[in-house]
C-alpha cells in the first residue's frame, strides 16, 4: 500500500487548496478513504471520510461546509477541496486508508494558513 499526499503550500486566509492523494497496491476502489490532520502540538484528527464507490461522505464539524471530499476511481486519487482557509487549518494533511484492520497513511503535505 502506497499513498502519496500533494497539493500543499502557503495560501493566505480566505483562500483556497486543493489536496490529491495518489494510492496504488490495492484495489482503490473497494475502500473508504479518510483525511486527516495533525497541528503541531495537537493530536491527529480526522477531518473527512468518503466511502468506496463516493456516495457518501462525512466531515469535523471544524470543517463543514468549507472543505470537500471527492475521489476518482478511474485515477485511483482522493481529494480534498478546502476553501476559506483559517489560520487554525494549518497543519499536516494525511490520507489513510484500513486494509485488513491496519490502518496505512501518507507521509503527509503540509497546509500553512497565514498572511
Known amino acids: 500500500v502506497q499513498l502519496v499526499e500533494s497539493g500543499g503550500g502557503l495560501v493566505q486566509p480566505g483562500g483556497s487548496l486543493r489536496l490529491s492523494c495518489a494510492a496504488s497496491?490495492?484495489?482503490?476502489?473497494?475502500?473508504?478513504m479518510r483525511w486527516y490532520r495533525q497541528a503541531p502540538g495537537k493530536e491527529r484528527e480526522l477531518v473527512a471520510g468518503i466511502t468506496s464507490a463516493g456516495d457518501s461522505t462525512n466531515y469535523a464539524h471544524s470543517v463543514e461546509g468549507r472543505f470537500t471530499i471527492s475521489r476518482d476511481n478511474g485515477k485511483s486519487t482522493v481529494y480534498l477541496q478546502m476553501n476559506s482557509l483559517t489560520p487554525e487549518d494549518t497543519a499536516v494533511y494525511y490520507c489513510s486508508v484500513v486494509q485488513l484492520g491496519r490502518r496505512y497513511w501518507g507521509q503527509g503535505t503540509q497546509v500553512t494558513v497565514s498572511s
Open positions: 497496491g490495492f484495489t482503490f476502489s473497494r475502500y473508504g
